[in-house]
């Protein structure tokens, strides 16, 4: 964090603290956030109210953009009608197409602001990702409903960029475009009615149904007739294009995006009503909401579902990266929804290893959400090669580079079947739960346990996924089907080898690794007791072995420990001390309270629960962090003792930068020698990796810098809690051990969640004069939107319909902030 950025954080945290000592609800700021839609009342007196905006307007201004704003762009893409139809050249030859099924170029029709300094607009890469397939054209016949998608760039300073698209069709009335598409399909029948054209078209074939509106020979596919939806005739049919609304941002919070760009749509006022203009949400999202700091949360509000709708409230929280997981807004339940535990496990390993790694789906936002998933899960450890989880056609020859990426294809996109079969990268058919494995590939250290703990937070969350490929637990051994149980060793070790086959379709094609007999390792029960320290912030570290006849034994201990008082209940204060009982080997992984405590109430008494969009998200921010914890967990066992191996260097910082390439970092050969036998295969190969070359760079380059790598911080964090724990002359763990941390670091988003740093006004409008309704989706007005604080003087309609009147600031001149407690 930068030194503006501490000064920042500074003032507001001293702001936020007096305004919660000047109000004078009693509350103290620990109340539940309001429902969408709710009134807020003003929480100030109308002194206190100016003295907090001249407090706000003052922190805005001392805010970097770069790091505050929430969204840099917000652009529009579609058919330039001044230019007309241009064939896109990057979509390969695709004349033996129908021209419904033809790619042409797309342009970005508008982009506002013009220009942020901190992010150069680029028109050709943000046009390419937001209509990844290219402008496409489409008959009442297809289906034309919205979708939804994000993408992911990579600027020449590492970092990335993200952006948020909703691709929309719309009904063509030029003429003169309508024409076109006509004439091209004319003469697409008369080159297929001459025979010029071979019949390539995937879509056609030999038998089936004979259209009558096309040659004799221009068959239809029996099944669904899609060679008739690609045919427009312009007597009958309405012809539709498609157009994209878009925002480019430095963060990715993945669920406002959407939310916001889907009700944006559904806010086109097509027919006179109530409501606010298009340019009053976009300058809402442009230049008022302001990015959450590093533990602190903000209210802001979005487009609602109807024009006539008050707006949505939502929380937008940001992890404290001293001492949690750093921000993942994408769900890792579809992950695990889309392939599996398995599945997800094998994908891991894969990256881990730095192979290159393909992904495949029809659907482009499936393609994002693996990608951004499964690198995140890589923690401590960033991916720091290739990296394009949509990649555009025009990119595709990318494939052929003989370097580590991650990618991402179109199903319907050639060079996703032609790439598939090689033998050398991991290719994941999302769409079908199929993996296809390099070969040789080790398996990944206490594979069972670690796939079984992850089951029991999915399972506790009630997460639907294919579970036949899930180890089972049996009399407190895992097993696999009817294959499970002694003479195994639960890492893949000799006697029970962990089955790794080259390609498996889940949930039915592990029969392999179900024959394999695993064994499931003794679970150590541990158990957390104060020590002497003041404010409890020590513990001491007692394992008790769980015995699989023993296991009876665990809920008398819990309950004594609840009666003495030990454990947290969920009506306990968050940061009271606790006693953590992890699982037993019949799957319970996490203190239950605790868990509990962060549910429901419906759904901690078995009842299935209807989620609004909103507590779904919140939801699966939950679910993120805890699953997230047992892979930060699994890291931080298999390399408590990586530091005892670092070879640090006995010359200059300068010097050792310049020969860093040069130098061995790390003692690998003894690292390996003090690890169990059957890790060697996975640990060995992953001691070459550029990832964990980094992560000794890193923790070499910390005793020259005074501000230490984040990640690293927290890594070596969790090891020292480990090792307080087991003592500080561990070397090497042989036995599983699950997460218990995970309910610590869920007590900083339920804070954040239930306390509200900072408040964002609701989009209010800023047009003298907004249209009555538009056809289509229409350019917006640079006027208001190329600069902040567009207008000065009062907006014609302050107050409108659905919003509170005791908003505080409505005008785009005021304030944009407001304290919420």
Same mark, same amino acid.
């Given at each position: 964090?930068?030194?503006?950025?501490?000064?920042?954080?500074?003032?507001?945290?001293?702001?936020?603290?007096?305004?919660?000592?000047?109000?004078?609800?009693?509350?103290?700021?620990?109340?539940?956030?309001?429902?969408?839609?709710?009134?807020?009342?003003?929480?100030?007196?109308?002194?206190?109210?100016?003295?907090?905006?001249?407090?706000?307007?003052?922190?805005?201004?001392?805010?970097?953009?770069?790091?505050?704003?929430?969204?840099?762009?917000?652009?529009?893409?579609?058919?330039?009608?001044?230019?007309?139809?241009?064939?896109?050249?990057?979509?390969?030859?695709?004349?033996?197409?129908?021209?419904?099924?033809?790619?042409?170029?797309?342009?970005?029709?508008?982009?506002?602001?013009?220009?942020?300094?901190?992010?150069?607009?680029?028109?050709?890469?943000?046009?390419?990702?937001?209509?990844?397939?290219?402008?496409?054209?489409?008959?009442?016949?297809?289906?034309?409903?919205?979708?939804?998608?994000?993408?992911?760039?990579?600027?020449?300073?590492?970092?990335?960029?993200?952006?948020?698209?909703?691709?929309?069709?719309?009904?063509?009335?030029?003429?003169?475009?309508?024409?076109?598409?006509?004439?091209?399909?004319?003469?697409?029948?008369?080159?297929?009615?001459?025979?010029?054209?071979?019949?390539?078209?995937?879509?056609?074939?030999?038998?089936?149904?004979?259209?009558?509106?096309?040659?004799?020979?221009?068959?239809?596919?029996?099944?669904?007739?899609?060679?008739?939806?690609?045919?427009?005739?312009?007597?009958?049919?309405?012809?539709?294009?498609?157009?994209? +609304?878009? $925002? %480019?941002? &430095?963060? /990715?919070?993945?669920?406002?995006?959407?939310?916001? #760009?889907?009700?944006?749509? =559904?806010? *086109?006022?097509?027919?006179?009503?109530?409501?606010?203009?298009?340019?009053?949400?976009?300058?809402?999202?442009?230049?008022?909401?302001?990015?959450?700091?590093?533990?602190?949360?903000?209210?802001?509000?979005?487009?609602?579902?109807?024009?006539?709708?008050?707006? +949505?409230? $939502? %929380?937008? &929280?940001? /992890?404290?990266?001293?001492?949690?997981?750093?921000? #993942?807004?994408?769900?890792? =339940?579809? *992950?695990?929804?889309?392939?599996?535990?398995?599945?997800?496990?094998?994908?891991?390993?894969?990256?881990?290893?730095?192979?290159?790694?393909?992904?495949?789906?029809?659907?482009?936002?499936?393609?994002?959400?693996?990608?951004?998933?499964?690198?995140?899960?890589?923690?401590?450890?960033?991916?720091?090669?290739?990296?394009?989880?949509?990649?555009?056609?025009? #990119?595709?020859?990318?494939?052929?580079?003989?370097?580590?990426?991650?990618?991402?294809?179109?199903?319907?996109?050639?060079?996703?079947?032609?790439?598939?079969?090689?033998?050398?990268?991991?290719?994941?058919?999302?769409?079908?739960?199929?993996?296809?494995?390099?070969?040789?590939?080790?398996?990944?250290?206490?594979?069972?346990?670690?796939?079984?703990?992850?089951?029991?937070?999915?399972?506790?969350?009630?997460?639907?996924?294919?579970?036949?490929?899930?180890?089972?637990?049996?009399?407190?051994?895992?097993?696999?089907?009817?294959?499970?149980?002694?003479?195994?060793?639960?890492?893949?070790?000799?006697?029970?080898?962990?089955?790794?086959?080259?390609?498996?379709?889940?949930?039915?094609?592990?029969?392999?690794?179900?024959?394999?007999?695993?064994?499931?390792?003794?679970?150590?029960?541990?158990?957390?007791?104060?020590?002497?320290?003041?404010?409890?912030?020590?513990?001491?570290?007692?394992?008790?072995?769980?015995?699989?006849?023993?296991?009876?034994?665990?809920?008398?201990?819990?309950?004594?420990?609840?009666?003495?008082?030990?454990?947290?209940?969920?009506?306990?204060?968050?940061?009271?001390?606790?006693?953590?009982?992890?699982?037993?080997?019949?799957?319970?992984?996490?203190?239950?309270?605790?868990?509990?405590?962060?549910?429901?109430?419906?759904?901690?008494?078995?009842?299935?629960?209807?989620?609004?969009?909103?507590?779904?998200?919140?939801?699966?921010?939950?679910?993120?962090?805890?699953?997230?914890?047992?892979?930060?967990?699994?890291?931080?066992?298999?390399?408590?003792?990586?530091?005892?191996?670092?070879?640090?260097?006995?010359?200059?910082?300068?010097?050792?930068?310049?020969?860093?390439?040069?130098?061995?970092?790390?003692?690998?050969?003894?690292?390996?020698?003090?690890?169990?036998?059957?890790?060697?295969?996975?640990?060995?190969?992953?001691?070459?990796?550029?990832?964990?070359?980094?992560?000794?760079?890193?923790?070499?380059?910390?005793?020259?810098?005074?501000?230490?790598?984040?990640?690293?911080?927290?890594?070596?964090?969790?090891?020292?809690?480990?090792?307080?724990?087991?003592?500080?002359?561990?070397?090497?763990?042989?036995?599983?051990?699950?997460?218990?941390?995970?309910?610590?670091?869920?007590?900083?988003?339920?804070?954040?969640?239930?306390?509200?740093?900072?408040?964002?006004?609701?989009?209010?409008?800023?047009?003298?004069?907004?249209?009555?309704?538009?056809?289509?989706?229409?350019?917006?007005?640079?006027?208001?939107?190329?600069?902040?604080?567009?207008?000065?003087?009062?907006?014609?309609?302050?107050?409108?319909?659905?919003?509170?009147?005791?908003?505080?600031?409505?005008?785009?001149?005021?304030?944009?902030?407001?304290?919420?407690?």
């Amino acid at each position: 964090m930068t030194t503006r950025e501490n000064v920042v954080a500074s003032r507001l945290s001293k702001l936020m603290l007096s305004s919660g000592n000047g109000s004078g609800n009693g509350s103290g700021g620990n109340q539940m956030p309001p429902s969408s839609g709710q009134q807020v009342q003003s929480p100030t007196s109308p002194g206190e109210q100016s003295q907090s905006q001249s407090e706000l307007n003052q922190l805005k201004r001392d805010a970097d953009p770069q790091f505050s704003r929430f969204a840099d762009y917000f652009v529009i893409c579609g058919l330039d009608l001044d230019t007309g139809l241009e064939p896109d050249r990057f979509a390969g030859d695709n004349l033996h197409c129908s021209p419904l099924d033809r790619a042409y170029k797309s342009k970005p029709l508008a982009h506002y602001p013009e220009n942020v300094p901190w992010n150069p607009f680029d028109a050709h890469g943000i046009c390419m990702l937001s209509l990844p397939q290219g402008l496409r054209f489409r008959t009442q016949k297809h289906n034309i409903e919205p979708r939804f998608h994000s993408f992911a760039t990579t600027r020449e300073d590492g970092k990335r960029c993200y952006g948020f698209s909703l691709v929309f069709y719309e009904e063509i009335r030029n003429r003169n475009i309508c024409g076109a598409i006509h004439t091209l399909q004319s003469m697409f029948i008369t080159e297929l009615s001459n025979g010029q054209q071979t019949h390539s078209l995937s879509r056609v074939k030999q038998d089936g149904p004979v259209s009558r509106s096309l040659p004799r020979h221009f068959k239809v596919a029996g099944q669904a007739p899609q060679s008739a939806q690609s045919y427009y005739d312009i007597n009958k049919d309405k012809l539709y294009v498609a157009k994209s +609304i878009t $925002l %480019i941002c &430095q963060a /990715p919070y993945a669920f406002a995006a959407q939310m916001f #760009l889907k009700n944006l749509y =559904r806010c *086109l006022p097509r027919q006179p009503g109530a409501g606010i203009s298009l340019e009053s949400y976009v300058y809402n999202i442009l230049y008022e909401v302001m990015l959450p700091q590093p533990g602190k949360s903000i209210r802001v509000y979005l487009p609602p579902t109807e024009p006539h709708l008050p707006a +949505i409230a $939502l %929380i937008l &929280q940001r /992890p404290l990266l001293a001492t949690e997981l750093p921000l #993942l807004d994408f769900p890792l =339940r579809l *992950l695990f929804k889309y392939l599996g535990v398995e599945c997800v496990i094998q994908l891991l390993t894969c990256v881990l290893l730095e192979n290159q790694v393909l992904l495949r789906s029809t659907d482009y936002q499936r393609l994002m959400i693996v990608g951004e998933c499964i690198t995140s899960l890589l923690f401590p450890f960033v991916w720091p090669h290739v990296y394009a989880p949509i990649l555009p056609a025009a #990119l595709h020859h990318f494939l052929d580079a003989p370097v580590p990426f991650v990618m991402g294809l179109h199903a319907e996109c050639e060079a996703a079947h032609k790439i598939g079969s090689e033998a050398t990268l991991c290719f994941v058919d999302i769409d079908k739960k199929h993996i296809q494995l390099p070969e040789e590939l080790p398996v990944f250290p206490h594979k069972l346990d670690f796939m079984a703990e992850i089951g029991s937070v999915l399972d506790k969350f009630e997460i639907e996924r294919d579970r036949d490929q899930e180890p089972s637990f049996r009399n407190g051994y895992v097993g696999r089907g009817a294959g499970g149980g002694p003479g195994g060793n639960g890492g893949g070790g000799p006697g029970g080898v962990d089955a790794m086959i080259s390609s498996c379709t889940l949930p039915t094609g592990l029969q392999a690794a179900r024959r394999s007999k695993e064994r499931f390792q003794q679970l150590q029960e541990t158990v957390y007791t104060l020590s002497g320290s003041p404010g409890g912030g020590v513990v001491d570290y007692q394992p008790l072995i769980a015995h699989p006849s023993r296991i009876d034994h665990v809920p008398r201990i819990a309950d004594f420990l609840r009666r003495k008082g030990g454990i947290r209940g969920a009506g306990s204060p968050v940061g009271s001390p606790t006693v953590s009982l992890s699982s037993s080997p019949v799957g319970i992984y996490h203190d239950v309270d605790a868990v509990d405590a962060t549910m429901p109430v419906t759904a901690r008494r078995g009842e299935k629960q209807k989620l609004s969009p909103v507590d779904q998200y919140y939801q699966d921010l939950r679910i993120n962090n805890s699953v997230r914890e047992i892979f930060l967990n699994r890291f931080v066992h298999m390399f408590h003792a990586y530091e005892y191996f670092v070879i640090y260097p006995n010359q200059a910082r300068d010097e050792w930068i310049s020969n860093r390439e040069t130098l061995q970092n790390f003692d690998k050969s003894s690292f390996l020698s003090d690890q169990p036998e059957h890790h060697r295969a996975f640990l060995s190969r992953f001691l070459e990796s550029q990832m964990f070359a980094t992560l000794i760079d890193n923790k070499i380059l910390a005793m020259w810098e005074s501000q230490p790598d984040e990640q690293l911080q927290l890594f070596d964090q969790r090891v020292k809690l480990l090792r307080r724990r087991h003592g500080e002359n561990m070397i090497a763990a042989t036995s599983y051990e699950p997460c218990v941390l995970s309910q610590d670091s869920q007590q900083g988003f339920e804070k954040r969640l239930n306390c509200i740093d900072i408040e964002v006004t609701p989009p209010s409008e800023i047009l003298a004069n907004r249209a009555a309704y538009f056809r289509s989706f229409p350019l917006l007005e640079k006027g208001v939107l190329n600069q902040e604080c567009a207008s000065s003087s009062p907006p014609a309609n302050p107050t409108p319909p659905g919003h509170p009147s005791t908003s505080i600031s409505t005008s785009p001149s005021s304030s944009p902030l407001r304290n919420s407690h």
